[in-house]
């Protein structure tokens, strides 16, 4: 807490105790709006947490925010409804004793919020298991129950909570919630049947219209808009902006499931909230006599059913009463206004008693399953802030009758602990001015003379009694009373300002006017005995449980509304008293529910019905600060120099010696046995910005402390680290080394074995050796491996690998010469398939073959322009063409022709004319000479006169041109080399030789004998 006190000109101070001006009003107020403007919504008045409605969702109650406060000191951070909690718990924890949560506030200031707050935060830190997991669910959930069926939309707030709620959370010695418990107050029952301009009935009417399911409203005879009920319409506000009625309709419907509620039991109890709503259309007629009868059938008829009760005994019984009358009994009839009350008091008694049965079945779910020792409670009262409204009743005084009684409590509890502490730390008591009130509480209960006895007499007594002569007897009772006014009895300006049917208490808070209309029957809360009868005969379980024979059998009659809130109020005063408390004023800063805006005048309001001026003088009275000697001493040492930066001495010779440094003055300050007390929030102040003027030096100082610790422990962790790396690698290394050496000894041991067995079969002593031998083998192979099909190179296989080496020098040769024919483009191979025929035929036979077949073959040796256009187009474009010498027949004349080879045929050309056409089919063979010439002939066969015998050719390109005929015409194996001479036939069947000689100079003629002779060079 103390750390925020730098801020304190910007965001105030987070307990009012440390304000300077305590006794100022104004000044609380500003140290509120201080805090609501900067969204820090909670401040301290010592134990007491004051809680501002922020209006909007803040970012403060995560699991992360939960476990920030978890065992945390309660002013060690920033206040919290959380820090309250934790605080609550651990001191159940550690004293082992009962505590509780007062939580108090104006309508629409949080009070439900605040208390689902803290429940959430025991369901999630406290050790659960799969059974308390269950019931931590059970007691998140039973508030939108209660909230659907006890809250409703009033003018100050949407969400009010129309009665007062004690929960008791119950804890085994582990401090995990094993049970729990909730006690009702004063349910607003009124509302059921009437409501003010701009509020609404209780929320659960409007869910079940909005939310329930066609087929569920049609079972209940009902209809979507609450325009059609007379009890929804009184307040002309059927729908709110800020509350979505069917989601709400489905979260009850969930609760209700996880809480325990059956199928059947949650039928039933819409079977009442239905029933009362048709209650509220029951209409009635008056007769000429003055008898009263119901014109609705239709809604009897649906109500009796819903209510499970017979049809004529319900309208009797709300037409009629039954009198007693010296043992005897007599119906009397109702006359119309009489009926309309009987109607509302039932629709009052069942919705009522419904809801305390609601309550008991969900105490039933929460009830504690085993009983053990050592169990502790927490307590949550969440109950209506003190009330003054325009128009005040019997439920605003009873509301305001309640928070007097609280506010005596609190400050009875609150002096007793401020008494208590002093006590145990040894500093003297001083006695504290405070306003008691229980002046204005015994005028309120005390027997015979009080308030609510008179209104008990008034309503006992026999003969004809109304709310202006309860008036009257107020006035003969209490008039002397300083706290009591009157019309009758006030001054005159007092008079123009109260009615005459009011009267004024002054109350701790304040002055409240009330108006006695109503005070009677709304104490009576009778319901008449044969509608009880009735009732009791119901085959609805839920009303059989709260209507019991007993009421009607005993006649007795029961207790006023006051008294029997009055005697539930000294029950709660006992449990409270039994109990450590602790305290939650909840504020809401404006009227129209708006963030961020702060209305002071409703705040300053608030401030004085709460009592958080009479608290805080009750707390400053003596001391506004004190902590125990640890914590003033650890925080605030660096001031002084004998206690910094520890002391080891006593904690009170600590920080005797600390404030004696600082110069606190007698007066200023108190210490006692294990706290210091301080008088003065000026002292803590200059002490605090003392301690933040000092920080900078601290922080230096510290940093250079820490930064040279820092680096000489970096060094010792560097200097351990690095001997201990240079241990390991020189172990490591010389155990790879003798690791080497033996392995080196080892495999010298098996080469040299190996080499003497290496002769011998393969055995366990050569095995490694002969291994050895043959991985060199292989490695070296991979290496040397040719290169090219050409390569005839291949290392030396030792003797056992010899069939393997060759086994793998084919597979590599057959490799080679794959990858090379996959290399070689189809222009090439073409080129090698005529390379290779040319090979077939001419190799080692033909001297002029090695020049033939070095050189390119080519598709023609002609050019295109070469060979006659006629030709062309006759023969086509697929053609090789080439110029040759054709030697006649006679005489053996050259003459120059172009020799064009298609696919089937052969044709010799003059110029534009075709000289002679040779088919493939009839060629018979191809001669050439073994001799470097360019003869060649071609044979014809002898039987077709019309081929004029073979044909004697010579071409530059023998070999290409003879290769290229022999593949086109498929006349590879009938192409003959002839070494010495070559015979052929001439026309008619004559035969032709042609000789061969070589010479020093080429020459073709015609020789002796009439051969033609030819001449090659050597």
């Not at 079940?208 to 087929?215: A, C, F, S």
């Not at 128009?391 to 008494?419: G, P, V």
């Not at 050496?741 to 050796?769: D, S, T, V």
């Amino acid at each position: 807490m103390e750390s925020a006190l730098t801020a304190r000109d910007r965001v105030g101070v987070q307990d009012f105790v440390l304000l300077e001006k305590y006794n100022s009003e104004a000044a609380l107020i500003e140290n509120l709006r201080r805090r609501f403007g900067e969204n820090l919504i909670y401040t301290y008045i010592g134990s007491v947490l004051v809680s501002v409605n922020p209006y909007k969702e803040l970012e403060m109650y995560s699991k992360q925010q939960m476990e920030r406060y978890r065992g945390v000191s309660f002013y060690e951070i920033s206040p919290h409804i959380y820090a309250l909690s934790d605080n609550t718990y651990r001191a159940m924890r550690t004293e082992r004793k009962d505590q509780c949560i007062m939580i108090s506030g104006e309508s629409g200031a949080g009070k439900t919020e605040a208390s689902k707050k803290i429940l959430l935060y025991y369901t999630v830190t406290c050790p659960i298991n799969e059974h308390m997991a269950t019931l931590g669910d059970r007691l998140l959930q039973s508030n939108p129950v209660l909230e659907a069926f006890g809250n409703a939309k009033t003018f100050r707030n949407d969400n009010s909570s129309r009665f007062g709620k004690y929960m008791d959370v119950q804890f085994d010695f582990r401090g995990a919630p094993v049970g729990g418990h909730i006690l009702n107050y004063l349910l607003e029952k009124s509302r059921v049947v009437h409501q003010n301009h701009g509020e609404r009935n209780f929320h659960i009417f409007y869910q079940l219209l909005d939310g329930g399911d066609d087929d569920l409203l049609t079972t209940l005879a009902l209809e979507r808009n609450p325009q059609s009920y007379n009890y929804l319409v009184k307040g002309n506000c059927p729908r709110l902006s800020s509350v979505s009625d069917k989601n709400n309709w489905k979260v009850v419907m969930k609760a209700l499931s996880v809480i325990g509620f059956t199928e059947e039991e949650v039928q039933k109890l819409l079977d009442i909230i239905a029933s009362v709503l048709h209650l509220g259309n029951t209409q009635f007629g008056e007769g000429e006599e003055g008898e009263t009868y119901i014109t609705t059938e239709t809604q009897i008829t649906h109500l009796a059913k819903l209510l499970g009760v017979d049809v004529s005994a319900l309208r009797d019984a709300l037409t009629h009463k039954k009198l007693t009358a010296k043992g005897e009994e007599m119906i009397s009839p109702l006359n119309f206004e009489q009926a309309m009350s009987a109607r509302d008091a039932l629709a009052k008694a069942v919705y009522g008693r419904t809801f305390t049965w609601l309550v008991e079945k969900i105490n039933q779910s929460l009830a504690l399953k085993v009983h053990g020792k050592g169990c502790t409670v927490i307590g949550l009262l969440d109950i209506y802030g003190f009330e003054v409204l325009q128009h005040n009743s019997f439920e605003q005084f009873c509301i305001n009758y309640c928070n007097e009684k609280l506010q005596q409590l609190f400050i009875e509890l609150t002096l007793r602990s401020e008494q208590e502490e002093y006590e145990t730390e040894g500093i003297a008591w001083e006695t504290v001015q405070y306003i008691d009130n229980k002046i204005i509480c015994d005028l309120i209960e005390e027997k015979h003379k009080g308030i609510i006895s008179i209104l008990d007499e008034e309503c006992l007594r026999p003969g004809e009694t109304c709310d202006v002569s309860f008036l009257e007897k107020l006035e003969d009772t209490l008039g002397g009373h300083p706290h009591f006014v009157t019309h009758k009895l006030a001054n005159g300006k007092t008079r123009r300002v109260m009615s005459r049917e009011e009267f004024r208490l002054l109350h701790y808070a304040g002055e409240v006017n009330y108006n006695v209309n109503g005070f009677l029957d709304k104490n009576n809360d009778l319901l008449n005995r044969n509608l009880k009868e009735v009732m009791c005969q119901s085959d609805n379980q839920i009303l059989c449980h709260c209507f019991r024979r007993e009421e009607v059998i005993h006649q007795k009659r029961p207790e006023m509304a006051a008294t029997q809130f009055k005697n539930s109020l000294m029950k709660l005063m006992e449990i409270l008293m039994s109990k450590e408390p602790s305290y939650v004023r909840c504020i809401k800063p404006n009227d129209a529910k708006q963030p961020g805006r702060f209305d002071e005048v409703l705040v300053r309001h608030q401030v004085k019905y709460l009592g958080l001026m009479e608290n805080l003088r009750v707390r400053r009275a003596g001391f506004a600060y004190r902590r125990c000697f640890e914590a003033f001493l650890q925080r605030y040492k660096p001031l002084c120099p004998e206690t910094w930066p520890n002391w080891h001495g006593r904690l009170a010779d600590g920080v005797s010696t600390l404030v004696n440094h600082l110069g606190y003055k007698a007066e200023e300050y108190k210490l006692g046995r294990s706290k210091i007390f301080i008088r003065f929030p000026k002292t803590l102040f200059s002490t605090e910005d003392a301690l933040q003027a000092k920080k900078p030096e601290i922080a230096l100082t510290l940093q250079t402390s820490w930064r040279g610790y820092r680096e000489r422990a970096k060094y010792q962790r560097i200097r351990r680290a690095v001997i201990t790396i240079q241990s390991a690698w020189r172990g490591m290394k010389a155990r790879r080394r003798a690791k080497r050496r033996r392995q080196a000894a080892e495999l010298i041991r098996k080469l040299i074995k190996g080499f003497i067995y290496r002769h011998e079969e393969y055995c366990p002593e050569n095995e490694y050796f002969l291994d050895h031998v043959r991985c060199s083998f292989l490695k070296n192979l991979r290496k040397n491996l040719p290169k090219s099909v050409l390569d005839q190179n291949w290392p030396t296989p030792p003797p056992s690998l010899v069939e393997t080496s060759d086994h793998l020098r084919r597979l590599h040769m057959r490799n080679m010469v794959m990858k090379y024919c996959r290399r070689v483009q189809p222009e090439w191979k073409k080129q090698m398939m005529q390379k290779v025929i040319a090979s077939e035929i001419f190799k080692d036979q033909k001297d002029s073959y090695p020049q033939g077949v070095g050189r390119l073959f080519l598709d023609s040796r002609l050019e295109r322009e070469q060979i006659n256009l006629k030709v062309v187009q006759t023969l086509g474009n697929d053609k090789y063409g080439v110029s040759v010498v054709k030697y006649d027949r006679r005489g053996f004349k050259p003459r120059p022709r172009q020799l064009l080879l298609t696919n089937t045929f052969a044709v010799l050309v003059e110029r534009t004319k075709i000289k002679q056409r040779v088919d493939y089919t009839a060629l018979r063979g191809i001669s050439v000479s073994s001799l470097s010439d360019g003869m060649f002939v071609l044979h014809m066969p002898n039987e077709d006169n019309k081929q004029k015998g073979d044909v004697v050719l010579h071409c530059d390109h023998v070999i290409e041109l003879v290769t290229k005929l022999a593949m086109m015409a498929g006349k590879v194996n009938y192409v003959n080399v002839s070494p010495g001479s070559i015979r052929f036939v001439l026309a008619r069947g004559k035969e032709g030789i042609i000789d061969f000689v070589r010479g020093s100079e080429l020459k073709v003629a015609k020789g002796k004998r009439g051969h033609l002779l030819v001449v090659s060079l050597f």
